[in-house]
């Protein structure tokens, strides 16, 4: 079974939920090795989404997505919103006139998502950032690619989760926390943290 566009809602609705539960912990991150906002931008932003959606749903897939872009690009501030924001645009690009999304357009919009934030944001795996999540989601995503969608995006969140773990030793090279250096060596990325909490909101969402 694919997902609509009001199963994509349900989704970034959920992801809202969990955005605002986990808000102090990524404030807490963030505050660590940066300017202590992540969460309560990305909270902020997710709430607007939610807002956004109760006005009126679009009825596909890559609407839904394209919403979520652009009030993302317009409600948070820092590097959450143009790096999120710019995901949200590449996968709705992919997704294009689709009425559900099946697991080859989810995988294509999950590839679309992590070039959009490369390109935005000019990061590698092993720079400390949310694209040390989404590299490992992503090959854990195609591995599972015979699997349902909650299959695919279980998968992305382990290797998501994995990922996010593995930037507590990357000395960091991109964003505000690379000014610390070695300092920063023992601390979690805010963002891949961020990017393992949407992404297991989505498969939870999914199932």
Known sequence: MGCSGEGVAAALRAAAEVIAEHRTELVELDRAIGD?????NLSRGFTAIVSALETAVPETPAGVAKLAATTLISKVGGAAGPLYGTAFLRASAKLGTAAEIDVPLLLDALRAALEGVQARGKAV????TMVDAL?????AAESAA?????DVLTAAADGADRGAESTVDLVPRKGR?????ERAVGHMDPGARSTALLLRAFAEAAR
């Open 36 to 40: 202590a906002d992540h969460g309560e």
């Open 125 to 128: 795996g092993g720079d400390a």
């Open 135 to 139: 590299l490992p989601a992503i090959s």
């Open 146 to 150: 015979d699997g349902t969608i909650a």
């Open 177 to 181: 926390a690379s000014y610390l250096g």
